[in-house]
């Protein structure tokens, strides 16, 4: 064998083998001899990394060896099959050998097309129909489980990718752009092999060789999405806009469902009934610095009402006097080139910054084979880019199959109001990730209703929307059912207000998180054993993701006990220590653990040494630098975190228009060091060198003394610029750096006080928020009675962070009168709720509210 440089081959002019990467390789087998090198839908490119190969051949087979793979093919005349073409891989420690067709029984699962129907993990059906209501079907409820896509990698260490049937670009339109056309007839095989281990994160990176890279959506898509299926009115889209700013309820994107159009399906005139002066409502809108998008069902074609009906006769030689409705036929060029100028681009000149494709009306077209629904989305996609290129394109489409991920963002259909629907979510949303489809946007609360929705239910789905890739709130048409988070009763209303400004508070890491998705290929939620791919456990466990490489993110998903309000999860802790950053509680792991939240709580794991970046609260996404940072440190080890910044709103990113910050923690003997500093390579226009910025170093003692870059940083109990304070219930140092400038070295020595057992700290963290919890339920009963000295106990615990934050140099002090009383707590209260009933003679409202704060403080360990 002899070294090749050219990296493809061609045998017995029937089959093409393209070595793509020491680890891929494409095989190729065209009865008539003409190979495909044109894209297809599917495949957007097939870059090819140079690899020493070694080529062996006779009349009838050939041997192609790289320092992983080792293809053996011998030629029958009846195109690949198992027994004339196996490959040898070896990589990542594992070897084995593949026959051609062999299926994979290991492939981790991937994605659904949609949730239409979906009731947690199975579709309900009526008789084989659409279900409108649940009480429509109640008597005939059906069943199914639909059958995942495979993902793109497997526990077997392998990949194999049939694009055999898969409609090729080889033509062109007018513009000169690429376009569909039907397969040629005879014998076409063409696949992908690639071999990776257990390494997940190499297989997609060689995956997405062909498949092509998810794009990062502009910065808006992550803010807060209000959907709802209903015929607003343009003063009714103004006062939701207004309601949200008025309760400072962060906000972005306004989905304007089917009804903005006239009666129909299909639709692309407003209807005035509810839309008098659209362009008007649109400039208001813009106004606000709300983006748009609007619902698209365009199979039903153009009919003779539509505003633009007219022109697009004109373009496709009808007569519009014979009324006739014009075909949607997305394979024809001159057809979409009027869909897209007439009937789109006048909208997106009053300001519709992007379309809901809600395709859902078949998956044939006029040429065989070709589903219309990824050429859509490629043709939706094209025109944004080439209309905007000074943004990034992005559009609202359901799942298009293999190399969808290249045209986010992703709708995932209507589903059922159910536990079980939440339940399921964070699994499909984190197994996507094996198809490189890593931008699901659900419909947050759900669609078909049962009654009118839980709030709790609605309240743990908002919370698992902030912790996913969109959060977007959506109902259906329901006089019973709403989204409007102020119109929930407390503490729903408080809860559900403070995750959806949480969610805009973490939006620098998740931008962040984003850009090192672009580069190496991976989604935001991913699951356990991308990290674990030796553990078993990390396969099983299903209700738990990565939310970026730092989260570990378990989302509740099942309903509280009604006697204590817990909710009791069973999360499996990795190998190594973790905190609970919702409670404050240190877990080592590899175990199984269950635990109890209280209603405000998302159980979030992060390792000691973690670092990483958010902002203060504010009422839009905006572009450019993140004004008013907020560097959160876990100490407990040395870490060290790159935090990367773009302008939110080009694709610069993709050429390396970033800033990176680089936020180093040392611990020391004395307490512990931490470096900030920008990186010097790397940059985009609008980076802003000096910011506010805080650091917050939760779970932790006070500080003897700090200082910044040599100079002493005072206390001040209230905070104010380039002070420190102490927030006694999380423990938590927090200091006010000023205007920072990031261009240069900054560093910040904390030297520590004597500090409690860390046991202590982990504990009484925890306690407090289930003090807090039981006293703001127990406030609501008996205590202005003045009953007994015992009631005081309970507001006297609360209170102990409180008053640690007023005077934090007491806090040894304060950490052993609470233990001291902590043991005797839940006795007293129960005599005083015994005490409660026998004055007022019965069980009474208030002294259920108590006993309901005596079971929280038995639940607490």
Known sequence: MNPQSDPIITFDKHARFTVMAANLIRLEYAENGNFLDAP??????????????????????IEIKTEELTLSYTETGKGFTQDNLQIEYRSGGIEGTWAFGLKD??????????????????????????????????????????????GYISRSGYTFYDDSATIPLSAVNSKQEPWVAARRDGLTQDAYFASYGHDYYRGLSTVTQFLGKQPIPPRFAFGLWFSRFWEFTDRDLEEIIETHDQFNIPFDVMVIDMDWHKLGWTGYSWDPTFFPAPESTLSY??????????????????????DRYPDVCQEMGIDPQSGETVPFDCTD??????????????????????WWMDWQQGETTAIEGLDPLPWINE?????????????????FSRFGGPGAGRYPIGFSGDTHITWDTLAFQPYFTATAANVAYGYWSHDIGGHFMTDSTDPELYTRWVQFGAYSPILRLHETKSTEDHRFLWNYKRPYQDVLIATARKRYQLLPYITSELCHCWQTNTSLCMPMYYEYPEAEDAYLAKDQYFFGRHMLVAPVTHAADPETELSQTKIW??????????????????????????????PVFVKPGTIWVEQKPTQRTGTGSYNDLEIIVIEGANGQYVWTEDDGESTGYQHGQVARICIQQTQTSQGLCVRIQKMPEGHFEGFLQQRKTQLRIPFTGIPEHIRMNQETIMYHSRGKSKSWKYQGDRMEIIIDLGDLDLSTDNVIEIKKAPLPQSAEIDQFVYRQGRLLQAWKIAQAGA???????????????????????????????????????????????????????????????????????????????
Request: with cysteine; net charge neutral.
């Open 105 to 150: 029984e290991q492939a981790l699962p991937g994605t659904l097309r949609t949730l239409d129907q979906m009731d947690g993990e199975q579709i309900v059906q009526n008789d084989g129909k659409n279900v409108l209501t649940w009480e429509l079907a109640e008597a005939k409820l059906k069943y199914s489980t639909p059958e995942f896509i495979p």
């Open 379 to 395: 043709l939706h996609w094209r025109d944004l880019a080439t209309r905007f290129p000074q943004r990034r394109p992005m559009i």
């Open 573 to 602: 802790i990795p190998e190594g220590e973790w905190i609970d950053y919702s409670q404050g509680l240190k877990y080592e792991g590899p175990k199984w653990s269950e635990a109890s939240y209280a209603l405000d709580q998302v």
């Open 285 to 306: 809108i813009r106004d606000k610095d709300i983006k748009i998008t609007m619902n698209l069902h365009p199979a039903d074609g153009v009919a003779k009402h539509e």
């Open 333 to 354: 060029p001159q057809f979409m080139d009027a869909y897209f100028r007439h009937l789109h681009h006048p909208f997106e000149d009053q300001g519709v910054r992007f």
């Open 783 to 861: 205590f202005a009675l003045n009953l007994t000295p015992y009631q005081r106990s309970l507001p006297w615990l609360a209170q102990t962070g409180n008053r640690i934050s007023h005077s934090p140099e007491r806090l040894l002090e304060e950490m052993s009168q609470f233990s001291e009383k902590w043991k005797t707590l839940v006795v007293e209260h129960s005599d005083f709720c015994k005490l409660l009933e026998k004055r007022q003679g019965k069980v009474t409202s208030q002294v259920l509210k108590n006993q309901k704060a005596v079971a929280i403080l038995k639940a607490t360990k």
């Open 40 to 61: 297809t839908l599917a495949v957007a490119e097939r870059s090819i990394k140079p690899t020493q190969y070694f080529v062996s051949k006779t009349d009838q087979s």
